[in-house]
């Protein structure tokens, strides 16, 4: 359990940087010329990621569905996936 701040900034940094490698992954891939191929390694890295994150600020899915929309967009500086989503016309 994440019982101080130095703890819980730990685990931001980690996070970060699994942020950071997952993004140059997802770069490298959308340079590759086929359509599509970007959209189907982020669906891929997002859901890899997005639970890997919970675990490490012991989130479980339950916890974070609770999060009220405003909560969740403190929590990242990116817009909410369903924006993505909307504004893509999925």
């Not at 980690?14 to 390694?41: F, I, K, Q, Y």
């Not at 639970?51 to 009220?68: A, G, N, T």
């Not at 405003?70 to 016309?89: E, F, Q, Y």
């Amino acid at each position: 359990m994440i019982a101080t701040l130095a703890e819980l900034d730990k685990v931001r940094r980690e996070c970060r940087s699994l942020v950071t490698r997952r993004s140059l992954m997802s770069a490298g891939v959308a340079v590759v010329p086929l359509p599509g191929a970007d959209v189907v390694a982020d669906v891929g890295l997002l859901t890899t990621l997005l639970p890997k994150i919970s675990e490490r600020f012991e989130l479980d899915h339950e916890q974070v569905e609770k999060l009220e929309p405003i909560s969740l967009s403190r929590c990242s500086s990116s817009p909410p996936v369903s924006v993505i989503t909307s504004s893509a016309g999925w």
